[in-house]
Nanobody, 116 residues
Framework: QVQLVESGGGLVQAGGSLRLSCSAS????????MSWYRHAPGKQRELVAS???????NYGDSVKGRFTIYRDNAQNKVYLQMNTLKPEDTGIYYC??????????WGQGTQVTVSS
């Protein structure tokens, strides 16, 4: 079992920055990939960024060049640095983990609101 807890959301003006954190506890050694998803009002949940065990990353097209995902294996955390935020980045951001046996875990979500 893996438990995920997000933090770092909030209200920011367009052009500003936020850093989200996700702390993982439980069977950490069994995680092969961690990701951030977001769910914007009126839209489907979408992948924002992901990082796998070897450090390789993948980003959604709308955030490339603005967001950075990175993983601190020593502290069992994954971060999402969000720069040059836009109003369309508003939504609930969820931390997600996939275990080595393909079990999926979700955090409770953290709200990000970008004002214009």
């Amino acid at each position: 079992q893996v438990q995920l807890v997000e933090s770092g959301g909030g209200l920011v003006q367009a052009g500003g920055s936020l850093r989200l954190s996700c702390s993982a506890s439980g069977t950490i050694s069994g995680i092969k990939a961690m990701s951030w998803y977001r769910h914007a009002p009126g839209k489907q949940r979408e992948l924002v960024a992901s990082v796998i065990r070897d450090g390789s990353t993948n980003y959604g097209d709308s955030v490339k060049g603005r967001f950075t995902i990175y993983r601190d294996n020593a502290q069992n955390k994954v971060y999402l640095q969000m720069n040059t935020l836009k109003p369309e980045d508003t939504g609930i951001y969820y931390c997600h983990a996939v275990s080595l046996v393909n079990l999926r875990y979700w955090g409770q979500g953290t709200q990000v609101t970008v004002s214009s």
